[in-house]
């Protein structure tokens, strides 16, 4: 099954191939290293910074089509802002990093 869908980012960029490479790579590029810290601070318990680090790679899925990627960083955020479902946290963050490897690949093949 596909997880990312380029639609939205193929009429941001108005097909632009180089754009769209752009964006794609600066996404392939932060979110390796956003995830890392998301796992840092849910090491260290720091919900505050782990909430950050979701909130702000949420966007970047989204406009990549990567909407089950979204929807769990929202529940990441949602979590950790709220300081509910902590014990959950490990199990979504694990199954939003085995996700991102099969996005990153449909993102890299698109390139």
Do not use: V
């Not at 919900?47 to 990627?69: C, D, E, I, N, V």
């Not at 963050?93 to 698109?110: D, G, P, R, S, V």
């Amino acid at each position: 099954m596909q997880l990312t869908d380029l639609t939205f980012l193929t009429s941001f960029t108005k097909g632009d191939k180089d754009k769209m490479a752009k964006y794609i790579n600066m996404f392939l590029e932060a979110a390796p290293g956003i995830i890392t810290g998301m796992e840092t601070h849910m090491a260290n318990n720091d919900w505050a910074q782990l909430r950050t680090a979701a909130h702000s790679l949420k966007p970047q899925a989204g406009y990549m089509g990567f909407k089950q990627g979204e929807a769990l960083l929202k529940t990441i955020e949602q979590c950790a802002g709220e300081q509910t479902d902590l014990d959950k946290i490990p199990a979504h963050l694990a199954e939003f990093k085995t996700m991102f490897e099969q996005a990153k690949a449909e993102l890299t093949a698109a390139l």
